[in-house]
């Protein structure tokens, strides 16, 4: 079994140097080379982008360095509220009134 593996890979790198003695096939198999690797990385960009997309971590710099402050919009005056009543405790754990 062993000396067959060593017959394919001696047979595999004296085929590959017939190939790549003529400059042309080197020139070939370097821009095709060079057009896979480029291929890869665009892929595996693109594979990053679309794993964060829907984790809900992508935004804006804002959105991922904002606190648990309630925005004033108006429309989070009950997290206000909760908030609030929540510091009051910190403060006064004994009597929340």
């Known amino acids: 079994m062993a000396k067959r593996r060593g017959l394919v890979i001696a047979g595999l790198a004296a085929g590959a140097y017939a190939y790549f003695k003529n400059p042309e096939n080197r020139r070939k198999a370097t821009i095709a080379f060079n057009n896979t690797k480029l291929k890869v990385n665009a ?20 959105e991922a ?22 510091e009051k405790e910190e403060i006064d754990p004994v009597n929340p009134s």
Do not use: C, H, I, R
């Open 43 to 62: 892929f595996m960009e693109s594979q990053n982008l679309e794993g964060f997309e829907g984790s809900g971590t992508a935004g804006s710099s804002d």
């Open 65 to 86: 360095s904002s606190t648990a402050k309630p925005k004033s919009d108006g429309t989070s005056t009950s997290v206000q509220y909760v908030n609030e009543d929540k």
